[in-house]
């Protein structure tokens, strides 16, 4: 005990107010490792290096899930000094190469020692270089002595890969626990043992600060960094440090990218954000009830109905002007889901026929006539629902020209058929920070009118406000910019991805189906959204998908690699021009929430 105690005031410096953050016991009579409360500390001193290192020294190590401190002392050496002792040591060592015996074996070592010195000198007299010294110390801590040896033995392998020689610290641990401290020791016999010489232009390799993982100060938990246990936060909305707030999610069926979604969804309803959910497979409805969101459905059975044809007072910003041709570009964009890829020539007839549709209501281009009059007054009143034509009036406008009755006979579904759903005013209000869009009943082959009736309402609603933040979500966005769609409509889906960043809003484009949403105009539709996303998230991909991706993502070798093999949970993250692998974590309330267990 009484070693114990004078080596305790190495520690403390006799200032007993710090006892608190003293230990309460240390075991320094090993010589492999030393104890300090419970915990066995063991050093490695980097003894060698590379010649020539182009890579980060740290990098490998740092990103390791085991427990180390790390600390670098750098000296800086009198550069007038230093020149003159390599000077001569030019001298000493070309002399003695002409004067020796070329056969003996220690004639490549001094070669290397003499061009180096040569390099070195012309370094500091040429580029205007310094030279230090370099200490390198490694500490590794663990309860167990046994994964200590083990985690020792792993970090030399990696250390030896990157070109670092280590040294175990045997009778010399207090002295690394010492140095490993932020105490600025680093005592002369391990400096001894450590000393190497670098350059200004070396000092690159030592940089210690090398972070794999993203921790924006205003952000959301997303998970865990895979390799070294780092806490992943991401502040999609920070302008400075990202292009937009856009997110793609791409992952297999079942690979946890719905599972994210809804994480997201979840935290950025307790932060406030407005948020728009266009729901295709009914994932999300229990997400609602638990929130107190908006569920909206459409379908045969719905009792809510929402009109294609109104034109609503958020269409365009205060100040604006053109509230009927901004709705009938949009309803160009429907109908040629409906009609199929009409030409020129039938666009423009249908444009007319729209046009005619509103006269009939009163509505024309004057953007006054979306108002209520009083007594010829215009009134500060925007127009109602029951106000507006709805699309049996232009059915019946459409039936009264012979050259677009084929059009009136496509429209029969929407206004007389199992559609006719479509065919009525719009009786909810979109008034809440969470409005989930259940298209599920619309059936496999009518979701996409679906999807574009909601895409189009929640763009609008993206565009009221440019202080709020909000986001709108689109699953299996391959619907509306994929084969099955059209040039109008994914122009209608780019254009809000490369907009909306103005409006302080985030598009996230979600799917499971890589190949459908690069299958339109040869993918550029696919490629501008992923382009326009600051944020990709790649769960598991077969492997098919994962080539495809290659071609329009900027995927290396070993990313293709890894997104195959990625577990359930697990993604791999574009995060601006951080490439990160993350597996997500939530709490178990939010669990019970999102999988809706009580």
Same mark, same amino acid.
């Given at each position: @005990?009484?070693? +114990? =105690? *004078?080596? %305790?005031?190495?520690?403390?410096?006799? #200032?007993?107010?710090? !006892? /608190?953050?003293?230990?309460?016991?240390?075991?320094?009579?090993?010589?492999?490792?030393?104890?300090?409360?419970?915990?066995?500390?063991?050093?490695?001193?980097?003894?060698?290096?590379?010649?020539?290192?182009?890579?980060?020294?740290?990098?490998?190590?740092?990103?390791?899930?085991?427990?180390?401190?790390?600390?670098?002392?750098?000296?800086?050496?009198?550069?007038?000094?230093?020149?003159?002792?390599?000077?001569?040591?030019?001298?000493?060592?070309?002399?003695?190469?002409?004067?020796?015996?070329?056969?003996?074996?220690?004639?490549?070592?001094?070669?290397?020692?003499?061009?180096?010195?040569?390099?070195?000198?012309?370094? @500091?007299?040429? +580029? =205007? *270089?310094? %030279?230090?010294?370099?200490?390198?110390? #490694?500490?590794?801590? !663990? /309860?167990?002595?046994?994964?200590?040896?083990?985690?020792?033995?792993?970090?030399?392998?990696?250390?030896?890969?990157?070109?670092?020689?280590?040294?175990?610290?045997?009778?010399?641990?207090?002295?690394?626990?010492?140095?490993?401290?932020?105490?600025?020791?680093?005592?002369?016999?391990?400096?001894?043992?450590?000393?190497?010489?670098?350059?200004?232009?070396?000092?690159?390799?030592?940089?210690?600060?090398?972070?794999?993982?993203?921790?924006?100060?205003?952000?959301?938990?997303?998970?865990?960094?895979?390799?070294?246990?780092?806490?992943?936060?991401?502040?999609?909305?920070?302008?400075?440090?990202?292009?937009?707030?856009?997110?793609?999610?791409?992952?297999?069926?079942?690979?946890?990218?719905?599972?994210?979604?809804?994480?997201?969804?979840?935290?950025?309803?307790?932060?406030?954000?407005?948020?728009?959910?266009?729901?295709?497979?009914?994932?999300?409805?229990?997400?609602?009830?638990?929130?107190?969101?908006?569920?909206?459905?459409?379908?045969?059975?719905?009792?809510?109905?929402?009109?294609?044809?109104?034109?609503?007072?958020?269409?365009?910003?205060?100040?604006?002007?053109?509230?009927?041709?901004?709705?009938?570009?949009?309803?160009?964009?429907?109908?040629?889901?409906?009609?199929?890829?009409?030409?020129?020539?039938?666009?423009?007839?249908?444009?007319?026929?729209?046009?005619?549709?509103?006269?009939?209501?009163?509505?024309?281009?004057?953007?006054?006539?979306?108002?209520?009059?009083?007594?010829?007054?215009?009134?500060?009143?925007?127009?109602?629902?029951?106000?507006?034509?709805?699309?049996?009036?232009?059915?019946?406008?459409?039936?009264?020209?012979?050259?677009?009755?084929?059009?009136?006979?496509?429209?029969?579904?929407?206004?007389?058929?199992?559609?006719?759903?479509?065919?009525?005013?719009?009786?909810?209000?979109?008034?809440?920070?969470?409005?989930?869009?259940?298209?599920?009943?619309?059936?496999?082959?009518?979701?996409?009118?679906?999807?574009?009736?909601?895409?189009?309402?929640?763009?609008?609603?993206?565009?009221?406000?440019?202080?709020?933040?909000?986001?709108?979500?689109?699953?299996?966005?391959?619907?509306?910019?994929?084969?099955?769609?059209?040039?109008?409509?994914?122009?209608?889906?780019?254009?809000?991805?490369?907009?909306?960043?103005?409006?302080?809003?985030?598009?996230?484009?979600?799917?499971?189906?890589?190949?459908?949403?690069?299958?339109?105009?040869?993918?550029?539709?696919?490629?501008?959204?992923?382009?326009?996303?600051?944020?990709?998230?790649?769960?598991?991909?077969?492997?098919?998908?994962?080539?495809?991706?290659?071609?329009?993502?900027?995927?290396?070798?070993?990313?293709?690699?890894?997104?195959?093999?990625?577990?359930?949970?697990?993604?791999?993250?574009?995060?601006?021009?951080?490439?990160?692998?993350?597996?997500?974590?939530?709490?178990?309330?939010?669990?019970?929430?999102?999988?809706?267990?009580?």
């Amino acid at each position: @005990m009484k070693k +114990n =105690n *004078e080596k %305790l005031k190495i520690y403390s410096g006799g #200032i007993k107010k710090f !006892d /608190k953050i003293y230990p309460s016991y240390v075991n320094i009579q090993n010589p492999k490792y030393i104890e300090v409360d419970n915990l066995f500390y063991s050093g490695l001193i980097a003894v060698d290096y590379y010649r020539e290192q182009t890579d980060l020294l740290l990098k490998n190590l740092i990103e390791t899930n085991i427990n180390m401190n790390i600390s670098m002392f750098y000296e800086k050496q009198d550069s007038y000094k230093m020149i003159k002792e390599l000077t001569y040591h030019i001298g000493n060592v070309g002399l003695e190469i002409k004067e020796t015996n070329e056969n003996r074996q220690d004639m490549d070592i001094a070669s290397y020692t003499y061009n180096d010195a040569k390099y070195i000198r012309k370094e @500091m007299q040429v +580029n =205007n *270089e310094d %030279l230090y010294f370099l200490y390198l110390y #490694i500490i590794l801590y !663990d /309860k167990d002595p046994k994964n200590l040896e083990y985690y020792l033995n792993k970090i030399e392998g990696i250390s030896q890969s990157k070109g670092i020689q280590t040294r175990r610290a045997n009778f010399r641990q207090e002295e690394i626990f010492l140095s490993t401290l932020p105490l600025m020791e680093n005592k002369d016999i391990l400096k001894e043992a450590s000393r190497r010489n670098i350059l200004t232009s070396g000092l690159l390799a030592t940089y210690p600060f090398i972070s794999s993982t993203i921790f924006d100060s205003n952000g959301i938990f997303i998970g865990t960094n895979i390799y070294n246990n780092s806490l992943v936060f991401i502040d999609r909305y920070n302008t400075e440090k990202y292009k937009n707030a856009n997110i793609c999610i791409f992952g297999t069926s079942g690979a946890g990218k719905s599972f994210y979604t809804k994480l997201l969804i979840l935290r950025y309803k307790l932060l406030g954000i407005k948020q728009y959910i266009i729901d295709p497979d009914r994932e999300y409805n229990k997400l609602s009830d638990e929130l107190k969101g908006t569920l909206i459905k459409l379908g045969p059975t719905s009792k809510t109905y929402i009109n294609i044809l109104e034109i609503r007072k958020e269409s365009i910003e205060e100040g604006e002007n053109g509230y009927l041709a901004t709705k009938i570009s949009k309803l160009i964009g429907f109908f040629n889901l409906i009609f199929g890829e009409m030409d020129e020539e039938e666009k423009a007839i249908l444009e007319e026929k729209l046009i005619e549709t509103y006269n009939k209501k009163g509505i024309n281009f004057n953007d006054d006539s979306l108002y209520k009059k009083d007594k010829e007054k215009i009134i500060k009143e925007f127009k109602g629902p029951k106000d507006m034509p709805i699309l049996g009036d232009l059915y019946n406008i459409l039936g009264e020209d012979e050259k677009t009755k084929k059009f009136k006979t496509k429209l029969i579904p929407f206004v007389e058929g199992s559609m006719k759903f479509f065919n009525n005013y719009t009786n909810i209000k979109f008034n809440n920070d969470l409005i989930i869009a259940d298209v599920y009943d619309l059936g496999e082959e009518n979701l996409q009118y679906g999807m574009y009736l909601f895409t189009d309402i929640f763009w609008d609603k993206i565009k009221e406000n440019r202080n709020e933040k909000k986001a709108i979500y689109l699953d299996e966005i391959w619907r509306l910019i994929g084969v099955t769609s059209n040039k109008n409509v994914a122009s209608f889906i780019y254009k809000i991805f490369k907009t909306i960043r103005k409006y302080g809003g985030s598009s996230v484009a979600i799917t499971q189906d890589i190949s459908d949403i690069f299958s339109l105009d040869e993918g550029i539709y696919g490629k501008s959204i992923l382009n326009n996303s600051s944020i990709k998230t790649f769960f598991s991909l077969e492997e098919e998908n994962i080539k495809i991706l290659s071609e329009f993502a900027n995927l290396s070798e070993k990313e293709k690699v890894e997104i195959k093999s990625l577990k359930r949970g697990e993604c791999l993250m574009f995060v601006g021009d951080d490439h990160i692998l993350t597996k997500i974590e939530s709490a178990e309330i939010e669990k019970k929430i999102i999988e809706n267990k009580k």
